[in-house]
């Protein structure tokens, strides 16, 4: 049986560990922190009686590869869809518009949902109709050197749809904004989610917490399988001698027993345990983007949506778990620096200014977390690199959300990267 060391435990270390159980191989997997999972975690916080995750990780039905991880895990159980597509935008003022598809007459249900969305004037919603006709016949490849912004330009799409559509959709989708993005990737992303039938563009939110959807049964699949998870064990370098890695170092052992290496980790840890040496100057092509999360716990639950999207707010999303709300904003470099208490202070106002009913006095407690390098930022020159991206590099493969999935930083990227890397194996 040929044995496979995986680097990462983060979902496409996970995913790639299940693929090559699957596939009749041998695997260890190495993670250097306590825990799996990598960005998408859950964790326990003595202020909260629930899990708490990191970021709420929202799911799309054109996540074809993270459903079938799920269904390998067994946790689809902990899925819960949207039978159709319905997003609520909330305004200045509390007036809630929604893009709802309403019906399953796909794709008519798709444009009804446009023509219906009021935070739009009728002239604008026509607008954006169009938009939607035309991408049909746009091809990416003609788009490759222009920023989203440009593109949308380009495409009648002016201030108002950009600010009360486009903007809210990008930044969530790409954790970037639409000055600097990719508009290939933004095609290609649209394309998919809504060119693909209804089930492609449902949301699908986990009816229980992070560890729970994606670690916890993965575990128990990689111990059924006699894999073998080593966690606290931190690669420090992969020696590359005649085309292939011909040792492991970690702080803990060398291990020269294997046939093929999996590296699972962010550009800028392989850079580190490669020495610069495999591909040079990954780090000056990624750049990263944060994510700030803040979780508050209420006296009582105000909100009746699952959760809402706040138009031209920095609060970009609500998640609602009854008591415990969660708020997200995406590319959130300017809290990065700045304390707790002045971020949920901000917060608090932004929150009245959208949900009138909101009252500071709610607040029973609160948790800010602080992503730094949560996704890479999907630029023209990240894209043209992963392109031509080579995953294969003697018994060396590559996997990680940043890998030529064609995807953004999102889980389905990682995951599908896990099973890209083990389909590459198995075809040597
Ligand atoms: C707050 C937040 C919200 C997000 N929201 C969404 C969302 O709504 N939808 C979505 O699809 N995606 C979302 N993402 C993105 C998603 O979480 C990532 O794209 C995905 O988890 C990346 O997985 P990965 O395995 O490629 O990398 P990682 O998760 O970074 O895993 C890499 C692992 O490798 C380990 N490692 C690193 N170096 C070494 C070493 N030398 N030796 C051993 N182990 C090492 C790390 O400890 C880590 O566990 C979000 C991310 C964040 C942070």
């Known amino acids: 049986m040929k044995k496979v060391i995986v680097i990462g435990g983060g979902l496409s270390g996970l995913s790639s560990a299940v693929s090559l159980l699957k596939n009749g191989f ?9 825990k799996l999972g990598g960005r998408t975690y859950s964790l326990k916080h003595p202020k909260f009686d629930n899990m708490i995750d990191n970021g709420q990780h929202i799911l799309l039905g054109c996540y ?22 319905k997003i609520p935008f909330v305004n200045k003022g509390g007036k809630v518009s929604y893009l709802n598809s ?11 949902a446009i023509f219906k969305f009021d935070a739009l004037s009728m002239r604008d919603r026509i607008k954006v109709i169009d938009f939607f ?25 002016n201030s108002q749809i950009i600010s009360h559509l486009w903007d809210i959709l990008v930044i969530g989708a790409l954790n970037t904004t639409i000055d600097k993005a990719d508009a290939a990737i933004f095609i290609r992303i649209l394309k998919t989610i809504f060119f693909e039938g209804n089930d492609a563009s449902s949301i699908y939110m986990a009816s229980t917490n992070l560890n729970d959807l994606f670690i916890n049964n993965a575990v128990d699949y990689l111990n059924n399988h006699h894999g073998i998870i080593s966690l606290n064990e931190t690669v420090k370098e992969l020696v590359f001698e005649n085309e292939k890695i011909t040792k492991i170092i970690t702080d803990k052992r060398e291990i020269l027993e294997y046939d093929f290496v999996i590296t699972s980790i962010p550009p800028y840890a392989f850079q580190k345990i490669t020495n610069n040496k495999i591909i040079p100057n990954l780090d000056e092509v990624f750049s990263y983007s ?45 809290y990065m620096g700045m304390d707790y208490n002045n971020i949920i202070g901000q917060f608090c106002s932004e929150l009245k200014n959208y949900f ?45 959300d940043w890998v030529n ?15 890209m890397a083990v389909n590459s194996i198995g075809s040597i």
Do not use: C
């Not at 074809?64 to 597509?85: C, H, P, R, V, W």
């Open 26 to 34: 041998q695997v260890e997997l190495l993670e250097s922190s306590p």
């Open 64 to 85: 074809y590869a993270t459903l079938d991880y799920l269904n390998t895990i067994g946790s689809e159980q902990f899925l819960s869809k949207q039978k159709f597509l």
């Open 102 to 112: 309403e019906s399953d007459n796909y794709p008519l249900n798709l444009s009804k």
């Open 133 to 157: 006709l035309d991408l049909f016949f746009v091809d990416e490849n003609d788009h490759k050197n222009q920023t989203v912004e440009q593109f949308l330009i380009e495409k009648k799409q």
């Open 290 to 334: 944060p994510i700030l999360n803040v979780h508050i716990k209420l006296k009582d639950n105000i909100f009746s949506e699952p959760f809402y999207t706040l138009l031209e707010s920095d609060i970009h999303w609500i998640f609602n778990k009854g008591k415990h709300i969660t708020l997200v904003t995406s590319s959130a470099e300017k």
């Open 356 to 400: 009138p009913i909101f009252d500071v006095s709610m607040i029973l407690d609160f948790l800010v977390i602080k992503e730094k390098r949560a996704t890479f930022i999907p630029t023209k020159k990240t894209e043209k690199f992963r392109k031509n991206f080579i995953n294969n590099y003697g018994n060396l493969f590559i996997a990680g």
């Open 405 to 419: 999935t064609g995807l953004p930083s999102t889980i389905e990227s990682a995951i599908l990267s896990g099973q």
